[in-house]
């Protein structure tokens, strides 16, 4: 079976109707089935997401994007400068 990708507004809107549901007196595994997820990924989303509104979540994702440019970028200058300092010792 393959992945479904959810957008954060949809993850936060099902996070939102399992609580609703929790409070109502359904248990957790009822709940997941209702909104067609895994109990692992519910559990998941809601440590990632939990109490979040969706412009926070969208200010997360975007911070998140830009770490992991930043971490490239830090990754290939950190290769230059080991490559720039092999040659300056002659060791090619």
């Known amino acids: 079976m ?14 939102r109707e399992a609580e609703v549901a929790l409070s109502q007196g359904k248990t957790v ?5 209702g909104i067609s997820i895994t109990e ?10 939990g ?3 969706v412009d926070q979540a969208k200010k ?3 911070l998140e994007r830009e770490n992991a440019r930043l971490k ?15 040659a300056l010792r002659g060791n090619f």
Do not use: N, P
Request: hydrophobic share 40%.
């Open 51 to 53: 109490g979040l509104k």
């Open 60 to 62: 997360l994702k975007g």
């Open 72 to 86: 490239l970028v830090v990754a290939e200058l950190h290769l230059d400068k080991a490559i720039l300092q092999e």
């Open 29 to 33: 595994q009822e709940v997941c089935r």
């Open 2 to 15: 393959g992945k479904k990708r959810h957008t954060s507004e949809q993850i936060i809107f099902m996070l």
């Open 40 to 49: 692992q990924t519910y559990y998941r989303w809601r440590k990632e997401f």
